[in-house]
């Protein structure tokens, strides 16, 4: 009775249209795996957001926010309780040298938006397929460039359902981390301070950022992106090649011949077979080297 009466209340809070019960998650990951979410509910405006946060604390139902699940791994028995994906928010706005971007707007966009401005900082941010959402979350970053170097500031709904605005240094953004989960917040939306820049300077370092992650990685595949966080002093894909790991395979799940710091789902992977390999993978390099291999990609889920 009790699953009839969520599934009316989020009816009322964002519409028939935006609620789907067993929704099948492995469509929403870039590994394509993952079991299903009993409420998949995709709010369009923050108000619905706070209405479905109130509704998930009120009633005692297990919540979680799904990012571009560019970075995520759902394990096969799915997710319990409710799934909010905000992909439906995802509006880009240029301010003079700000942009400010909805939580569900992918971050390689705000970047082209940079490009498309003339301004110069999300340079890096190009070819990551994440959410702004989720760029926010682990602070992401590539070559050499990451989000608290450009965040202002953001608007977020905290695990009381209040909406705020919070100042980016107030994040404690990290190296691939923040206290986003820590402290429960929603990011509703985030304001990037950029520079004025030359069109064709910023699309020439975009330009060879996109040509070295095509040539080096493997997109043909389905994948997380780089599974482990650079341990202090070495590479984590050079310490997995040179413990002979390329090639190594569980199930349909692989370790990446064109770069070792991937795995790649090869062959219709589940879950339980990539995440043993990521565990094989640590078992492995911390015997050869004595390094622990920390994850950078998160697991969620049930068994």
Do not use: W
């Amino acid at each position: 009775m009790i699953f009839v009466r969520i599934y009316e209340q989020l009816v009322n809070i964002v519409s028939t249209d935006n609620v789907v019960k067993n929704k099948p998650l492995k469509n929403h990951t870039y590994t394509r795996l993952g079991g299903n979410a009993d409420y998949f509910v995709t709010p369009t405006t923050y108000e619905q957001v706070q209405e479905v946060v109130k509704l998930a604390t009120k009633e005692n139902i297990p919540f979680m926010l799904l990012g571009n699940g560019s970075n995520l791994i759902i394990k096969d028995g799915g997710i319990r309780g409710i799934v909010m994906y905000l992909g439906k928010l995802n509006n880009i706005k240029v301010e003079k040298t700000k942009i400010i971007a909805q939580s569900g707007a992918l971050i390689a966009d705000v970047s082209k938006q940079g490009l498309a401005s003339h301004l110069t900082g999300l340079e890096f941010a190009c070819g990551i397929p994440g959410s702004v959402g989720g760029a926010l979350f682990m602070n992401a970053g590539a070559y050499g460039g990451e989000i608290k170097d450009v965040l202002h500031q953001a608007k977020i709904i905290d695990k009381e359902g209040n909406l705020r605005t919070i100042q980016a240094e107030e994040l404690d953004l990290a190296y691939r981390t923040s206290n986003i989960p820590k402290n429960g917040y929603i990011v509703l939306e985030a304001e990037f301070a950029l520079e004025k820049g030359n069109y064709e300077e910023i699309k020439a370092v975009m330009d060879d950022l996109t040509f070295k992650r095509e040539s080096k990685q493997p997109l043909e595949y389905p994948t997380c992106g780089s599974v482990f966080k650079r341990p202090p002093g070495y590479f984590a894909g050079k310490l997995i090649q040179d413990s002979g790991l390329q090639g190594k395979q569980i199930g349909g799940a692989q370790v990446s011949l064109k770069h070792a710091g991937f795995i790649i789902n090869k062959e219709g992977a589940t879950a339980s077979e990539y995440i043993a390999l990521i565990q094989y993978v640590q078992k492995i390099v911390k015997e050869k080297f004595g390094v622990e291999l920390e994850r950078e990609v998160r697991i969620i889920g049930e068994d």
